[in-house]
């Protein structure tokens, strides 16, 4: 029997996965988000060894780890983190890349021409055509382009937040759902924002639809603004594309807010398919581990996959 590591990690959350030839899933890791952008190379690179380490622990008796595959925010910027993942399987295939190639391949298979979009911590567009390079738009991080992510969307709602509360904005019911999460007025929360990041930011984005859900119309345009920038990503995709092309929606922002997810669908170009991805973004980084091997993938592993990782994720669900 052959065993594959499959890891996906973004600004707010690692999951990883230990896994059989055959689909089956066998263990499951949930850590803190390794985003090198972030935290920088040497943390994000400690919470990956961490979580592949504890899986292959995890491992039956003298069984050996084929190929490791990451979907890791910022890690295509950094090869040092691939060399020291890769240092702990001696043997093995590794591959630390972007969460895209996770989501595309989850949905559009291995080589099929198509557009990513997501919306989790941070946000990204990105074009795949058949032997050219992938093509980022906007996707710079938040630093430069975030529009649309969770991370804008938690900063607005508590920006226009304290605009509300120190006068210079609308009054907003968005200013009492901030402090009431965070037990204080957003001043006195000051060292505990700073101290959170970017990370503790995007956990209002809850807040923020929880307003919109409400009618707020301060709520309302930050949503718009969010939308507006996956339609313009769209619109130049579809520019550069030059035809028709099937797009997906990951993240979990797209994944846990519906009406966000509809509202950007809705933005499609004419004649162009979009959908929400339907599996999770781990079954794509266990396809890439599987590719990456070459080992060939049988008819039953994505049902088994599925199947096992529900069990190993969810183990209170009553089976």
């Not at 996965?17 to 949930?30: N, R």
């Not at 390079?133 to 991370?151: K, P, V, W």
């Not at 929606?249 to 339907?278: D, Q």
């Not at 973004?281 to 096992?308: N, Q």
């Amino acid at each position: 029997m052959k065993y594959y590591i499959a890891i996906v990690s973004g600004g707010f959350k690692t999951e990883s996965i230990l896994f059989e030839e055959t689909g089956k899933v066998i263990a499951f890791e949930h850590g803190r988000g390794a985003n090198a952008f972030d935290i920088g190379v040497s943390e994000a690179t400690d919470r990956l060894r961490v979580a592949a380490e504890n899986l292959r622990a995890r491992l039956p008796e003298g069984g050996e780890i084929s190929g490791v595959f990451g979907g890791i925010s910022a890690a295509s910027f950094y090869p040092e983190i691939e060399q020291r993942v890769a240092g702990i399987f001696k043997g093995a295939k590794v591959k630390m890349d972007s969460v895209v190639n996770c989501v595309m391949a989850a949905d559009l298979g291995k080589d099929e021409d198509g557009v990513c979009l997501i919306a989790g911590t941070g946000s990204y567009c990105c074009i795949r055509r058949k032997g050219m390079h992938r093509h980022f738009i906007g996707s710079a991080g938040y630093m430069l382009d975030t529009a649309g992510s969770g991370y804008f969307l938690g900063q607005q709602a508590m920006i226009a937040a304290q605009r509300d509360r120190d006068g210079r904005g609308p009054s907003t019911i968005l200013t009492q759902l901030v402090e009431e999460k965070m037990g204080e007025s957003i001043f006195d929360h000051l060292p505990m924002i700073y101290a959170g990041g970017r990370a503790y930011i995007s956990s209002f984005t809850r807040v923020l639809f929880s307003a919109y859900r409400q009618g707020d119309e301060v709520a309302k345009k930050i949503f718009q603004q969010g939308v507006d920038f996956y339609d313009e990503a769209l619109q130049t995709a579809y520019r550069i594309m030059g035809r028709p092309f099937y797009g997906v929606l990951g993240g979990g922002v797209f994944l846990h807010v519906p009406e966000y997810a509809e509202a950007v669908l809705a933005c499609a170009p004419e004649n162009c398919t979009l959908k929400v991805m339907e599996t999770p973004t781990l079954y794509g980084a266990a396809l890439e581990a599987m590719w990456l091997t070459g080992d060939p993938i049988s008819p039953e592993f994505k049902s088994r996959f599925l199947y096992s990782y529900a069990r190993q994720a969810n183990p209170d669900y009553a089976w």
